[in-house]
Nanobody, 122 residues
């Protein structure tokens, strides 16, 4: 079973770059039938899909965040990363990495990390 764990600083200063890592176990990010996403939830607000990287390395981003978002991967370490530049306090949120299964049999099934809270200080 795929397991995911987010890691990175819990506090980032405004104007800096937020950087998080998702460590994947139980499956390879290159061979597992997953669409690897970053999703966030600001306090009191709904979930917001930020972007994703496929098992082949192709990326897609939420147009609202595309200019500030970069998702990459390190296949040797079996993890993928999120970088969100020029952060403001509005970027304070719980950040989650996920696997969305893309096999025909289980299409749409999700696996989530436990999430990590990132606070952006003024």
């Amino acid at each position: 079973q795929v397991q995911l764990q987010e890691s990175g600083p819990g506090l980032v200063k405004a104007s800096q770059t937020l950087s998080l890592t998702c460590t994947v176990s139980g499956g390879s990010i290159t061979t597992s039938s997953c669409y690897w996403s970053w999703i966030r939830q600001p306090p009191g607000k709904g979930l917001e899909w930020m972007g994703a990287i496929s098992s082949s390395g192709n990326t897609n981003y939420n147009p609202a965040l595309k200019s500030r978002t970069a998702i990459s991967r390190d296949t040797s370490k079996n993890h993928f990363t999120l970088r969100l530049s020029s952060v403001t306090p509005e970027d304070t949120a719980g950040y989650y990495c996920t696997c969305t299964v893309v096999t025909p049999q289980s299409y749409g099934m999700d696996y989530w990390g436990k999430g990590t809270l990132v606070t952006v200080s003024p």
